[in-house]
């Protein structure tokens, strides 16, 4: 495709449930970041991977978080046991490179995610 | 570590008069990037320009340039002849070794 992709866009879940989140990041990039964006507020980063390298988990906010990417392409976020204030929407972002290039992210629409 | 501060949470403008959104951020690096970025009601968010920091000619694209003062650790978006397609949320990052750091970001609204 011609973007990055993600899906479901809306997931609704009870609390307690666990959910798997979806991106499809543009073909070729190998960086791969995932944000969390509250109502009204900024992003929060995640977690990044970067080719075959160990991703950097240092956003994630709790064990109930983990990511997982093949390769260089699909990547997706579980969270387990979700509570309320998992609610957000979840975005994904790729670019060609790690930031040492300076390339820019190209984001994907997001999911947004509501925990009942 | 790492901050980038929009001391404005909404603005608003007159439809084809000129905006600006301030920025600063915080960092002891030398070596890093600047963005900003729209996010309109539609959710995706979009590049609308990037600043080398190692570059000292402001960066413009079209209608919006930037006012990169790195002394001041200061990077303004200047929007001119502003658009209704222009409203949406704007939001500042800044890029360093692999990480991105985003503003809190500013709701912009033009006025027809």
């Known amino acids: 495709g011609a973007g990055v992709s993600q899906s479901p866009s809306n997931k609704v879940t009870e609390k307690g449930k666990d959910v798997e989140l979806r991106c499809d990041p543009i073909?070729?990039?190998?960086?791969l970041y995932w944000y969390r964006q509250r109502l009204g507020q900024g992003l929060e980063f995640l977690i990044y991977?970067?080719?075959?390298?160990?991703?950097?988990k240092s956003g994630l906010p709790s064990d109930r978080f983990s990511a997982e990417r093949t390769g260089e392409s699909v990547s997706t976020l579980t969270i387990q046991r979700t509570q309320q204030e998992d609610s957000a929407v979840y975005l994904c972002?790729?670019?060609?490179?790690?930031?040492?290039?300076?390339?820019?992210?190209?984001f994907g629409p997001g999911t947004r995610l509501t925990v009942t | 570590a790492q901050t980038v501060t929009q001391s404005q949470p909404e603005m608003s403008v007159q439809e084809a008069e000129t905006v600006t959104l301030s920025c600063t951020y915080d960092?002891?690096?030398?070596?890093?990037?600047l963005f900003w970025y729209k996010q309109p009601p539609s959710r995706q968010m979009i590049l609308v320009i990037r600043?080398?920091?190692?570059?000292?000619q402001n960066a413009t694209e079209n209608r919006f340039s930037v006012n990169f003062q790195k002394a001041a650790k200061s990077f303004s978006l200047k929007i001119s002849d502003s658009q209704l397609g222009d409203t949406a949320m704007y939001f500042c990052?800044?890029?360093?070794?692999?990480?991105?750091?985003f503003g809190t970001g500013t709701s912009l609204t033009v006025i027809p």
């Open positions: 073909s070729g990039h190998t960086a």
């Open positions: 990052a800044f890029l360093t070794g692999n990480q991105f750091y």
């Open positions: 972002a790729s670019s060609l490179v790690g930031g040492q290039g300076g390339y820019e992210q190209y």
């Open positions: 991977f970067q080719g075959n390298s160990a991703p950097d």
């Open positions: 960092t002891s690096e030398n070596n890093y990037y």
């Open positions: 600043q080398e920091a190692y570059k000292q």
